[in-house]
């Protein structure tokens, strides 16, 4: 397999500024000496390039900059909640492998515990207020605020010097990785704006005597446009209905209403929110919106026809490993460069996308990614070992992809692919959940794609138009109590009237928006009002 490593594949992950400004300090260029039995990375090398010269001063023998840590004589384990496609077999040997990426040279190894979206909150709601053991987890910008007041997160200010390949990734950018004072979250490296789109069976499109490009016109982000787009997509699920009975015509975990960061800047949690694509100041309530109740009554419309799965209202599998099982036909997700490519490879079908926006934001939310739990039994060890594995593409390619020669294969492209006769139904391991993963830009990129991918995602991520709060991010902290009894509100209300099951929806909108005042949606709305009103006074 191709060694990737950070050097050079800077430029592809510094994406239009999008990043995180994490403070200054120190970076840690060099390695302090050591004592008590530890050695630092170059002490230990047995010698660095050809000729047996040791590795510099903060580096490993492989050139890997490693800052201030001091590699111990005792090992280390970093145990590491990630996102998973779906359940896959082989961890242990996956896991070994990822171990064996950082063990040689900083003396750390890996201990995987593997979510899908279905049981990560069940999973972190355990074992956060337990303080169970754990080192690194997957975080999503609307929890990080909540976990830093709960104090189950660290502040990685304190950890700059040992992380120097995360510090020249975030750079100068927007400060969207940090609470208050406190860097709470190193974002994952992936897309900064999408498409909303359908995946759709290309096959079952065409039989239906459809092609893509019937469909170009649609975008339900146009108040103009609504009409016309909701009434080109109910003829062709009509007509899918009709001339494929057996098969259930939408299905998954998202919908209409739930994909925000296509139309608004949600502003981290959606409660209060920048709308028209960010193009207004105003902290405004979205779920009382025209346009959210458009795209509920629309999935109600739908699922009353019969068209989405009946069961739809409780449902808690990705449209991915859905569409694998081969009955369904279509399912909502946020399309970017490789969506097909990405999309054929986790699903094993002849995937096409239906885009249903024209305009793509730039600037929302992109708090994303990994935080450090206060319950680390080593906080030093871990930063090193995140610091090191970020630039790894052979640790990013085993998470992703799985073991190079059983689940994957470089092919002539320099591109992952299945092997020989292979498909996603065939490998015991395969996610391509790369955007949820550290740095999936110094890893492959997925048979299907262009070689330059990573390039065009730089592009990309540019989008159409730039909110008016880019990098503004707000301190939920003031609002706590009113953000938890709000989260509340969603879990009793929303899934039923985003996926249409509601039966009176303009009721069921009245009911649920009632609640979300009655747990303090305003004050939340004013307190980011008040912020983001201070922050663009301070930025111009």
């Avoid at 975030?170 to 994952?188: A, F, L, Q, R, T």
């Avoid at 789109?197 to 982000?221: K, S």
Wanted: hydrophobic letters at 35%; a negative charge; charged letters at 20%.
């Amino acid at each position: 397999m191709k060694k990737k490593i950070l050097c050079g594949m800077l430029a592809a992950m510094m994406v239009s500024g999008a990043l995180v400004s994490c403070g200054g300090g120190d970076t840690g260029s060099s390695t302090p000496a050591a004592d008590n039995g530890s050695t630092t990375a170059s002490d230990s090398a047995e010698g660095g390039e050809e000729g047996g010269e040791a590795a510099a001063s903060g580096t490993t023998a492989s050139g890997v900059n490693i800052g201030s840590y001091t590699v111990s004589e005792d090992p280390y384990t970093v145990k590491f909640l990630y996102l998973l496609a779906q359940e896959g077999d082989h961890f242990d040997e996956i896991e070994a492998a990822a171990s064996a990426v950082t063990m040689e040279e900083l003396n750390i190894g890996v201990e995987f515990i593997p979510v899908t979206y279905g049981t990560i909150d069940t999973n972190l709601n355990t074992m956060l207020p337990a303080g169970e053991p754990l080192d690194w987890f997957t975080c999503f910008a609307g929890n990080q605020g909540t976990y830093l007041d709960s104090g189950y997160i660290v502040d990685l200010n304190d950890y700059q010097s040992l992380m120097p390949n995360i510090m020249e990734y975030v750079g100068d950018g927007i400060g969207n990785c940090m609470i208050g004072e406190d860097w709470v979250v190193i974002p994952s490296n992936y897309e900064r704006t999408a498409w909303t789109c359908y995946l759709v069976r290309n096959d079952i499109l065409e039989d239906c005597g459809y092609t893509i490009e019937d469909f170009d016109g649609i975008d339900l982000g146009d108040p103009d446009k609504f009409q016309e787009g909701a009434d080109k997509l109910t003829e062709l699920f009509a007509t899918v209905a009709e001339k494929h009975p057996e098969m259930v015509v939408l299905n998954g975990t998202m919908f209409l209403g739930t994909q925000s960061s296509c139309y608004v800047d949600g502003l981290s949690d959606g409660f209060g929110v920048l709308e028209n694509y960010g193009q207004t100041t105003t902290v405004t309530n979205w779920y009382e919106s025209e346009q959210w109740a458009n795209f509920a009554k629309l999935n109600q419309q739908w699922f009353q026809a019969g068209y989405a799965s009946q069961d739809i209202g409780t449902n808690v599998d990705s449209i991915e490993p859905i569409l694998k099982a081969g009955n369904t036909f279509a399912g909502l997700c946020n399309a970017k460069p490789n969506t097909i490519a990405e999309k054929l490879s986790q699903c094993a079908q002849d995937i096409n996308v239906i885009k249903l926006s024209k305009t793509m934001l730039s600037g929302g939310n992109m708090g994303n990614g990994f935080c450090l739990s206060s319950a680390s039994e080593n906080k030093e060890a871990a930063c090193a070992w995140y610091n090191y594995i970020f630039q790894s593409g052979e640790f990013n390619d085993l998470i992703n992809w799985g073991i190079e020669g059983t689940d994957w294969v470089e092919n002539e492209e320099g591109l992952a692919d299945f092997p020989d006769g292979g498909d996603a139904t065939t490998v015991s391991y395969h996610n391509d959940y790369g955007w949820i993963y550290p740095n999936q830009m110094v890893g492959h990129a997925w048979a299907g794609n262009d070689p330059d991918v990573w390039d065009q995602y730089v592009d990309f991520n540019k989008g159409d138009v730039v909110s008016q709060g880019y990098g503004f991010r707000y301190d939920n902290r003031p609002v706590i109590n009113e953000v938890v009894a709000c989260n509340a509100v969603n879990s009793q209300y929303q899934a039923q009237i985003v996926r249409g099951v509601a039966t009176d929806m303009d009721a069921a909108i009245q009911e649920y928006n009632n609640a979300l005042y009655d747990a303090g949606l305003q004050t939340i709305i004013d307190e980011k009002q008040n912020q983001l009103n201070a922050w663009l006074e301070a930025n111009g």
